[in-house]
């Protein structure tokens, strides 16, 4: 832990809050887990993370989606902890779909723009959408990003 407050002293403390779509987007209003890291960024903002989970997540109990990746591993990385990231559940017999994720991505972004890392180096927002508008909506997207 010591290692930790050395190396990392501008440690940030974020929370995961649950949330839901506001617009129904091809038939899904997708729950998700939003963390945002409390205070205020510096001047560039904190960078976005989408988090997609396997198949065996998919449902309607959030809590499914914190079995992996950043939902679970959140309160032990700092890293993490200052990044707004997006954890999606998709809904039980469905898959991701790439228009459904973009809006998803687009709601975050609108409810947070002033907080997100507008750096031309990081261009984690546009790379999200090239890539989902290059995929066939049919396609698995489950740990591509």
Known sequence: MLFFIICFPNFIHAKLSNE????EVNGQKLKYLLSVPEGQPDKNGWPLLL???GAGE??????KVKVHGPPKLINKFPQLQNAIVISPQCPSGSWWI???LMA??????KSHNNKI???PKN???ESIKNYMQSLNPERNLSGVL
Do not use: I
Request: proline share 4%.
């Open 58 to 63: 998919r449902g309607s109990d959030l809590e």
């Open 20 to 23: 839901v779509m506001e617009k």
């Open 117 to 119: 890392d507008k750096n």
């Open 98 to 100: 790439p228009s459904t």
């Open 104 to 109: 998803l991505v687009k709601e975050v972004v």
């Open 51 to 53: 988090f997609l989970h």
């Open 123 to 125: 261009k984690a927002y």
